[in-house]
């Protein structure tokens, strides 16, 4: 019985407020008023990429160098790598052709010279001789318009005799293929000898 | 005293030896050392003179010093002494070179068979010591010059003219110096004096 009371109340006040609301009166009831909820951004993980973007990163130092280490860096140490630049007293001038080399070393200038005339006699020996056959005797490098040592034929018997198609380079001396006693000359002018 | 002389058993070698030998590291290990040596004193054998890195040049001397005293010391009908030679000598054909162009060139010689020289250093690249080695007595030109004795070389002919100058200067010193005494002690006799320091010149 009081449900439909209750029921016949609410159909009541249902008509009275959709009925008389059409006329704006009377004012409605209190209410929760209801607004479209804004949502505020969520804070983001953080990454290195945000402040890094396009672009690269740098290592950089975490800490500061101590003095010491600064130095060693620049200087070196005098017991195991210095750095600084020290005058060499080793340096001496060649006899021969007048350029500079360290002391109990060769000469840089002459050497390029014997090396490649070194190379050349070994070429053509390898190239004349050829490999493969048994080496029985000593070699005679001969240049241009050189002729055998006098000695007599037994000694030459089977020597192998190595002709380079061009002049003696001049700084090559003869010495060894010449006789060690020369006649005296007539003559009174000081030839050079031995020049670079 | 039967015993045998030492010295004729052994082949004294006639360069320095280090009291330890150098290691050459390799892969192979101590094997492989001897091949890298046997492979340069092979190529020393071959072209009498080569150039390269000091350590293995200096190593590969003593082996090939030892292996010519050995071929001059029992010749070439011995057969441990063969067998040596066929070890270290890669190319057969230099068996004959051994033993008949080497041993007969160094047969009577008192000096050591193989001569070391330090390269000069290379200006760039790898700061290593390089060395040329080569066999005494070969065709190729000599790589130093020793006419520090050559009486026309120009620092020679300098040094000449310098020491001839001041000779002459300390002469004319002297002379002066007698003929001043003699003038105070016999002012009379000026020819004496005059006469004795041009003899001195
Ligand atoms: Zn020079």
């Known amino acids: 019985m009081i449900s439909r009371v209750h029921q016949l109340k609410k159909i009541l006040n249902n008509v009275e407020k959709n009925v008389l609301q059409i006329f704006g009166f009377p004012p409605r009831e209190l209410a929760m008023a209801y607004t479209l909820e804004k949502r505020l951004p969520q804070p983001k993980k953080f990454t290195i990429k945000d402040i890094v973007g396009d672009g690269i990163l740098l290592a950089v130092p975490k800490f500061r160098r101590t003095v010491e280490k600064r130095l060693k860096r620049k200087f070196g140490s005098p017991d195991y790598v210095w750095k600084m630049l020290i005058p060499k007293t080793n340096i001496i001038v060649c006899n021969s052709c007048g350029h500079y080399h360290e002391r109990g070393y060769i000469c840089g200038h002459c050497y390029k010279k014997v090396e490649a005339e070194t190379k050349e006699i070994q070429d053509k020996i390898q190239e004349k001789l050829g490999n493969l056959k048994p080496i029985e005797n000593d070699v005679i490098v001969l240049y241009n318009g050189e002729n055998l040592p006098e000695q007599p034929k037994e000694f030459w018997q089977g020597k192998r005799i190595i002709e380079m198609k061009k002049d003696r380079p001049q700084w090559f001396s003869k010495n060894l293929l010449q006789k060690s006693t020369q006649q005296p000359s007539e003559s009174k002018d000081v030839k050079p000898t031995d020049l670079a | ?201």
């Open chain 2, 1 to 201: 005293m039967n015993q045998a002389d030492v010295t004729k058993l052994v082949s004294k070698l006639r360069i320095k030896v280090p009291d330890q030998h150098r290691r050459l590291r390799s892969p192979k290990g101590p094997e492989g050392r001897l091949d890298k040596l046997r492979k340069t004193v092979t190529g020393l054998i071959k072209f009498e003179r080569i150039e390269l890195n000091h350590h293995r040049a200096d190593e590969a001397r003593q082996y090939a010093e030892r292996l010519i005293s050995e071929a001059i010391l029992h010749g070439d009908c011995h057969k441990p002494t063969m067998e040596i030679a066929d070890y270290w000598l890669l190319e057969k054909e230099l068996l004959h070179k051994l033993f008949k162009v080497l041993v007969p060139r160094f047969e009577n010689s008192n000096t050591a068979f193989t001569k070391m020289y330090k390269a000069p250093k290379a200006s760039s690249g790898r700061n290593i010591d390089k060395a040329i080695l080569e066999l005494r007595g070969n065709p190729y030109p000599l790589l130093t010059n020793k006419h520090s004795n050559n009486r026309y070389l120009l620092q020679n002919v300098l040094l000449d003219a310098a020491k001839y100058e001041y000779r002459q200067a300390k002469y004319a010193e002297m002379a002066d110096k007698i003929g001043k005494n003699e003038e105070i002690s016999q002012p009379k006799s000026d020819d004496v004096a005059k006469s004795k320091p041009i003899n001195e010149v």
